[in-house]
């Protein structure tokens, strides 16, 4: 089972929202939608959940298009959050294990289980207006797994939620994942993305301009970032070829260079030239490459 997005294209009027988008997440793996504001990774959602219709090209789950009849089998967490506020938590879990098919006592014994997994089973009986928003927000999530759907897509799950909580959520998604569902999510904190996801898109003004593995991702992006601690003057590094970025630090410098042979280069620059104290060559962060394919362009 997969969920295959082939050559997808979302137009609202003459604005393309969407633009020709495609890649397939394998069965349990957890996949990283990237992107600026209004790049395009809610418009997707809800074409997934098939909320909306994309204007060219299809995604299917399993070789079938998702439709209403299979709304059990995803589990989708809104960016804009939709409880109802007058409800208690216990009613309106209820009603929505209702709709996915589930029966009463399980709902039950599900509703109690992630209550206490959060860390709230006294919010069993209250209503959801009496609860902090990130409180909402882990109800949301439960809202969204109760069911136990084979594919689960989080908008923006970790948003403004505190660390401890931040910590919750990415324990149970590690742990869905583990039980077998297929995750999609989206996140604009970089470092989410990096500790949970094997595979990521980032799209930018709703063309998808990486794709891939994390690994190979990273691998052919090709710069690193080298960190240089010294007790001598490093500036004149920064005018070497090879060299795209330089930072200076108390300690030393940072920098970006082009390819592994500039960092040896320098190694063996510097290593003449006096004491060094740390020499560390680094693979680029998700956010190096997120702010050079996408950042330029912000106006
Ligand atoms: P964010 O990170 O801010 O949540 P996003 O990547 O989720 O952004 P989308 O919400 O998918 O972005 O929006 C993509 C673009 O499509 C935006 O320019 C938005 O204004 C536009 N858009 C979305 N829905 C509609 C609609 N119903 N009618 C017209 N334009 C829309």
Redesign the pocket.
């Given at each position: 089972m997969s969920l295959n997005i082939e050559s997808v294209t979302k137009k609202?009027?003459s604005?393309t929202?969407?633009d020709d988008l495609s890649f397939n997440i394998p069965e349990d793996q957890i996949f990283g939608l990237l992107?600026?504001?209004?790049?395009?990774?809610?418009?997707?959602?809800?074409m997934m959940i098939g909320l909306l219709n994309p204007t060219m090209g299809a995604i299917t789950w399993d070789g079938r298009p998702l439709t209403e009849k299979t709304s059990h089998v995803i589990g989708y967490f809104p960016?804009e959050r939709g409880l109802y506020p007058n409800l208690k938590v216990s009613d309106q879990l209820l009603y929505l294990g209702r709709l996915k098919g589930m029966s009463k006592q399980e709902i039950r014994i599900q509703v109690k289980k992630w209550l206490e997994r959060f860390k709230v089973p006294e919010y069993e009986n209250k209503k959801i207006e009496e609860l902090s928003k990130g409180n909402q927000q882990k109800i949301q999530f439960i809202a969204a797994v109760l069911h136990k759907p084979k594919l689960l897509i989080l908008?923006?799950p970790f948003s403004g939620l505190d660390p401890v909580n931040v910590e919750l959520l990415k324990e149970a998604v590690v742990e869905l994942k583990r039980e077998g569902t297929t995750i999609v999510f989206?996140s604009?904190r970089m470092e989410h993305v990096e500790e949970l996801c094997e595979y990521l898109c980032i799209?930018h003004k709703?063309k998808p301009v990486v794709h891939g593995s994390l690994k190979d991702v990273k691998r052919s992006f090709g710069k690193k970032n080298v960190t240089v601690y010294a007790d001598f003057d490093l500036e004149y590094l920064q005018e070497l070829s090879g060299v795209t970025r330089f930072k200076k630090v108390t300690e030393g410098a940072f920098l970006q260079v082009e390819n592994e042979d500039v960092s040896q280069r320098i190694f063996e620059m510097i290593s003449k030239k006096g004491f060094v104290r740390k020499f560390e060559l680094e693979e680029p962060s998700l956010n190096d490459i997120f702010i050079e394919k996408v950042g330029a362009s912000y106006e």
């Open positions: 609202f009027g604005f929202a969407v992107g600026a504001n209004g790049a395009g990774k809610t418009t997707t959602f809800r960016e908008d923006e989206s604009h799209l709703g």
